[in-house]
């Protein structure tokens, strides 16, 4: 492949962000902007970047700044030992560079927190070296460029990749050349969904375009097969009954947090034909009710410290906790994003911002998400003022996303208005598709045996199901159709039963709405 460096370049020079550590490409701007750009957008970290460097304006201020003030200067940015090997290496350049990071590719490399990919970009934009400075947008370029099906994970794999960006870098603008395969592969050569090829310098060389396989590359590794463990359950029945055992709370939040399960999603919906049956007004409940709340599920005060003293004077306090990870915040924050873009694109982030950090650290996240989502209407409401407005005005609401306290409360709040829990599903999400999916109401074993249940809940959970986890929108519409025709039918059970109606078991319920499919 003939040399690429001099239509990239030229590129780059015409299409190139304006960023300030590229305006003034001090060694320590660019160091302190590679450590806070990883895994995080320009936008999304410019007010930060700003924010440090007005603080701690050079190496030695960073030496020497007091913990408690460095953390809060990384505050919204996560992943907290990223600034503390920042710090462990500026002490360590102010001890043996004078307080000056040194222009050598394998010193770089040997201070705390600095990484290949780091010290390339140090080296070869402050200083000039011709080392490489491959990262992720980088290696998805060269993956497209030489249509090559490599998994970029695989050590051996980018060490080839690396060879190959060697190969067209010009010594004399090694830095130029590092900065613009960076550039093309944040703007042009884009991750998830089809590249710009219309407007990639690179394309009438690009092998991957040729062969109509730009959306299958790069290859990364396939995750690991989950591990199976066979369980073997008893039912151990006497003349006295079952033996049975009821799970403390304790157990439920211990299995929630084994099984991963973060996000908690209940729809609050009330079906056309059950308005009577709200305790809102009518006038209210005409506007529509139909919005989610998606719930933090294993966070929070419920897994907070919890603890109980006596005072000096013998007067009990009692205190609890409630903590949260920025990374908490974001995978729950995703999911309420990627929800909103499945329904009606506004999202709502319930919080009390105005007494508690964490809640504000929730905002400060939520507003990092909010820029990788600008096709989602967003909003923030205190939890107390939500609580009014779910009676006030539920039609506003589109999808609610909160922590675990306000989540439970709001949720219990808004299964309330719709009139009949056994009409209400839910699920329990973690990484990926996985996820247990049920009827709020519970297994209700009162009643077990009595054929009175109402089915509904528990059909209407699948469908959350195929909507959520499997992305079949098709079939989850035709179980929430055949439900909506059997309720037009004037086909109800106890729970819901009115005037007029015809009140059915729950095998004959079940059985009505599988004849709608």
Request: charged share 20%.
């Amino acid at each position: 492949m003939e040399n690429i460096s001099p239509v990239l370049l030229d590129w780059f020079y015409k299409n190139r962000r304006s960023l300030p550590f590229r305006e003034d490409p001090t060694p320590y701007h660019v160091w302190l902007s590679e450590v806070m750009l990883q895994q995080t957008r320009v936008s999304a970290v410019l007010p930060y970047y700003y924010r440090f460097l007005e603080e701690l304006p050079d190496i030695p201020a960073l030496a020497a700044c007091g913990e408690e003030k460095l953390h809060k200067l990384w505050e919204g940015l996560g992943y907290y030992s990223r600034v503390r090997n920042l710090q462990k290496a500026a002490k360590l350049v102010c001890a043996q560079y004078g307080g000056q990071l040194p222009a050598d590719y394998a010193a770089l490399r040997a201070l705390p927190g600095i990484g290949e990919y780091t010290a390339g970009a140090i080296a070869s934009i402050s200083f000039g070296l011709p080392v490489p400075a491959v990262d992720g947008n980088v290696l998805r370029v060269f993956s497209r460029l030489y249509n090559d099906p490599g998994v970029i994970t695989e050590p051996a794999v980018k060490k080839a990749f690396t060879a190959r960006v060697m190969e067209h870098q010009p010594p004399e603008k090694a830095g130029d050349y590092n900065q613009a395969l960076m550039e093309l592969g944040a703007l042009v050569c884009v991750p998830n969904g089809a590249p710009l090829c219309g407007q990639c310098p690179l394309a009438e060389v690009c092998l991957a375009r040729a062969a109509g396989t730009t959306a299958q590359l790069p290859q990364k590794a396939k995750p690991k097969p989950r591990k199976l463990v066979p369980v073997t359950l008893a039912l151990v029945e006497s003349p006295a009954g079952f033996l049975v055992q009821q799970r403390p709370e304790k157990g439920l939040l211990r299995l929630r947090a084994g099984m991963g399960l973060y996000a908690n999603n209940r729809p609050a919906k009330i079906w056309p034909q059950l308005a009577p049956a709200s305790p809102l007004k009518p006038e209210i409940v005409a506007q529509g009710i139909d919005f989610i709340i998606v719930r933090e599920l294993i966070g929070g005060v419920y897994f907070g410290q919890h603890q109980t003293h006596t005072l000096e004077n013998g007067e009990k306090q009692a205190v609890d906790t409630m903590p949260y990870a920025e990374h908490e915040i974001e995978r729950i924050g995703r999911i309420g994003f990627e929800t909103a873009r499945k329904r009606r694109k506004k999202l709502c982030c319930v919080d009390k911002a105005n007494v508690l950090d964490t809640s504000r650290l929730w905002r400060t996240v939520m507003h990092r998400l909010q820029a990788e989502y600008p096709d989602v209407e967003y909003s923030e409401m205190f939890v107390d003022n939500c609580a009014m407005q779910i009676v006030k005005n539920p039609a506003q609401f589109d999808v609610i996303v909160t922590e675990n306290m306000f989540g439970d409360i709001l949720s219990d709040e808004a299964s309330m208005i719709t009139g009949s829990i056994g009409m209400i599903p839910s699920s329990s999400l973690g990484d990926g598709t996985r996820g247990l999916y049920e009827p709020i109401h519970g297994s209700a074993p009162d009643i077990a045996g009595k054929d009175i249940v109402n089915p509904t809940a528990c059909i209407l959970s699948a469908a959350m199901m195929l909507r959520y986890s499997f992305g079949m929108a098709a079939e989850a519409d035709a179980i929430e159709n055949a439900v909506s025709r059997v309720l037009d039918k004037g086909l109800r059970t106890a729970d819901n039963m009115s005037d007029g109606c015809t009140c059915l078991g729950c095998t004959a319920m079940g059985d009505a709405i599988l004849a709608e499919l």
